[in-house]
């Protein structure tokens, strides 16, 4: 769709330019190359403007239709030379937009349409917008072709920056325009009814014709702001009125298929698809649009959502081919740095999608596991959208993944003492158990490097981490007000909306205490786990997270009391995700859109499923903080009372070996043993120790609370 409005605008350009010679001579010549630039006679064009600059040599008009009609007789291929003339008459002329303040300024708009129209085939997105408003403030006196190409770049560039309710809004306005112009023109055709012949009767047709083709432009656009706003109701009533119109077209398959996407109907969504006869369309040369490459990233998306990741990355990969194939056969234009953008069509310098095709990638890839392949993928995207707040928590999230070791020793309960035994030494009276032990605080992970290269590093991830904190809106203050920061789409800005924000904000600071507690730095995961608890609109899940790490910091503080109020388990109400399923970070009608992160579909094993096991945890390391304090006791009944909630098998070893201290503790030490080799916890036997309460020995390791280290997918939205 995007293409279709691009295709437009080089012949609004030179039409709405016309000049208004003082002379018959120039009207003749002035008509006479607006007839020869529309039947696309480009050199006659040139000729009767070469004629009409040697009459009138001050009109720099002349000059801007010149440097038009020679941009598209080189089929658009000089964006450069027509960019560096627009630039030279803008100084020509002394004006600014900044400066338009009147309606002296309207004539020179065609000037600042132009600009505009390059600025966004170059991905400036912010700058085009910041002048089309310009030209919006004085639509009044354009005339009313010229003032519908100005409206439907604007919504363009509206919903590319993820504005839909401003898009709307220009949408409704273009409706009234386009329905009131139809008016007119079959009022003054009635009024010259006497004067009917062949050529009334086509321009009627004609006009007809081209009011249609607006109308269904305008449902589409409807349908992508609709999509945006996650609106199905309303998107339901207009995809209705696009497959009126634009029938089967590939376009209007694509928006029903994300509609589809959008209502969890993921079968309908694919057979939408697959019916969509992508051979009939023109092809990216003409549109700037690859087709082949959308359709194997929605279907990627699709994949994604139904979680079947694998073939979800299969999809991607194709599209990223096709991607790849297309900017092949572009070529990569000038090898001169000042005509980096000339040598092809100017439409074509949007067909790229790489980035959001790897970012795509690296979302799936860090879900199926693969962290260190995800980093790669997502490190090359933030080269490009480095002001996405969110693309900065996924590459934290792929080093926190890549670093937080084997899964089956940290997430489930092992079924053997692998986790608990490091060695035997000795035979017979002198056999001794080696227990492992589980402190891994104030470890290093980059080996003397900077922590600003980007490897997948837990240091790497706290700079991530403080970028996206960074990028993120104030609270709730002008949640729109960077709209399109950088270029492209939702990838490219801070285009959260309040409730995205704040949701991803509480990610980002859970991830950062955790960051922290890795790197040893405990007081800024404590003041992470404050601010992460402090948020209004918490999720469950993260508020577990925000006491259990507020209170491994305070351990490692020496602050054991604070801990305990952290760790009592009617702090947990509620471990549910909080985000709504059908949240999404993109959503374009053509597939840019990025896969729903919130499936739901599976429930990650390393993360308490229930409020029952997340108070377990609660009360496993509730009875490590009574440890520190020597209240064995009080350890011995949290122990025994988390293990009655769960299944024997699963028990983390931690809690295995903080039984095992209270048994030494205790001077059971043959129960002590026969915990170890049973891994699992057994009924506590009074003896004559219990009575004397004198410990057996101190542990050379001091047992810190049971860390979750692997809360990648609990983080995600």
């Known amino acids: 769709m995007a293409a279709d409005k691009a295709a ?194 086509n321009q009627k047709a004609e ?39 634009a029938g089967n077209s590939a376009p209007s398959l694509f928006l029903k298929s994300n509609f589809e996407y959008l209502r969890g109907n993921y079968r309908k969504a694919v057979k939408l698809l697959n019916s969509a006869n992508i051979a009939e369309h023109p092809g990216f040369m003409k549109t700037g649009e690859c087709l082949r490459c959308m359709f194997w990233n929605n279907l990627g998306c699709i994949h994604f959502a139904m979680g079947k990741h694998n073939l979800g990355i299969f999809y991607f990969k194709k599209a990223l081919q096709e991607n790849d194939n297309a900017c092949a056969q572009l070529g990569t234009g000038s090898s001169d740095p000042g005509k980096k953008f000339s ?7 949007l067909t790229n999608k790489r980035y959001e095709l790897l970012y795509n990638c690296g979302i799936q890839l860090l879900h199926i596991g693969r962290p260190l392949a995800a980093f790669e993928c997502l490190i090359e995207a933030v080269q490009v959208y480095h ?22 020793q940290e997430t489930k309960g092992l079924p053997s003492k692998k986790g608990i035994v490091q060695s035997i030494v000795g035979q017979g009276y002198h056999r001794k158990i080696v227990l492992a032990s589980q402190s891994i605080q104030n470890v290093v992970y980059n080996d003397g490097q900077s922590s600003a290269i980007p490897v997948a590093s837990m240091e790497f991830a706290a700079i991530c981490l403080r970028n996206a904190l960074l990028l993120l809106p104030e609270d709730q203050q002008e949640p729109k ?40 730095d405990n007081l800024m995961a404590l003041n992470h786990a404050d601010k992460l608890l402090q948020q209004p609109k918490l999720s469950g899940s993260l508020k577990f997270l925000g006491h259990l790490y507020a209170a491994e910091a305070l351990i490692s503080l020496d602050r054991i009391s604070d801990a305990i109020t952290h760790l009592n388990p ?29 499936s739901g579909k599976q429930t990650p094993q390393c993360y308490p499923s229930s409020v029952t096991s997340a108070r377990t945890m609660m009360l496993f390391n509730l009875g490590s903080a009574y440890c520190l304090r020597s209240e064995y006791d009080k350890a011995r009944k949290c122990l025994h009372q988390a293990a009655s909630l769960i299944h024997p098998k699963e028990i983390p070893p931690e809690a295995i070996l903080l039984a095992v201290y209270l048994e030494l503790q205790n001077g059971n030490t043959q129960l002590a043993l026969q915990i170890i080799k049973r891994n699992q916890l057994l009924p506590s036997v009074k003896t ?27 983080q995600r939205k």
Not at 214 to 221: E, P, R, T, V
Not at 392 to 408: P, Q, V
Not at 704 to 713: E, G, L, N, S
Request: some cysteine; charged content about 20%.
């Open 481 to 520: 007000q960077e709209n399109g920061s950088k270029t492209s789409n939702p990838l490219g800005g801070n285009t959260e909306n309040s409730e995205s924000s704040e949701a991803c904000r509480c990610s980002i600071l859970a991830c950062s205490a955790y960051v922290a507690l890795a790197l040893g």
């Open 387 to 408: 002001s996405n707040p969110r693309l900065w928590l996924r590459i934290a999230e792929c080093c926190i993944a890549a670093n937080k070791g084997t899964s089956e």
């Open 343 to 349: 040598g092809r069509p100017m439409c074509t310098l």
């Open 688 to 714: 004559l120790s219990d009575m004397r309460k004198k410990p057996v020995f101190q542990p050379v390791h001091s047992l810190q609370p049971i860390q979750m280290p692997a809360f990648t997918t609990v």
């Open 570 to 598: 009617e702090n947990v109400t509620d471990v549910s995700l909080g985000i709504s399923s059908n949240e999404q970070d993109q959503g374009s009608d053509k597939g840019e859109n990025e896969a729903m992160e919130s």
């Open 8 to 201: 437009d605008q080089g012949t609004e350009k030179h039409e709405g330019a016309g000049t208004s010679g003082i002379t018959d001579q120039e009207k003749e010549l002035s008509s006479s190359a607006l007839q020869a630039f529309l039947a696309g006679n480009y050199d006659a064009c040139l000729q009767h403007l070469n004629t009409l600059q040697d009459i009138n040599k001050d009109d720099y008009k002349i000059t801007l239709n010149t440097a038009v009609a020679e941009f598209c007789k080189s089929n658009q291929t000089t964006t450069d030379n027509l960019r560096q003339t627009l630039n030279q008459l803008k100084n020509q002329v002394h004006s600014a937009v900044e400066e338009m303040d009147g309606l002296d300024d309207v004539e020179n708009s065609m000037l600042y349409y132009n600009q505009a129209v390059i600025l966004y085939h170059l991905r400036q997105y912010t700058e085009a917008i910041s002048v089309g408003e310009k030209l919006y403030q004085f639509i009044e006196p354009f005339e009313e072709k010229f003032a519908q190409a100005v409206c439907f770049l604007l919504v363009d560039l509206y919903l590319l920056t993820y504005q839909a309710e401003k898009a709307l809004h220009l949408l409704a306005v273009l409706e009234k325009m386009i329905s009131q112009g139809n008016n007119n023109s079959k009022n003054g055709k009635n009024e010259s009814g006497n004067n009917t012949n062949k050529d009334s009767s």
């Open 207 to 245: 006009s007809g014709a081209l009011v249609e083709v607006a109308k269904s432009k305008i449902h589409q656009y409807k349908v992508r702001a609709y999509i945006q706003m996650k609106s199905l109701k309303a998107c339901k009533r207009e995809i209705k009125s696009v497959m009126n119109t």
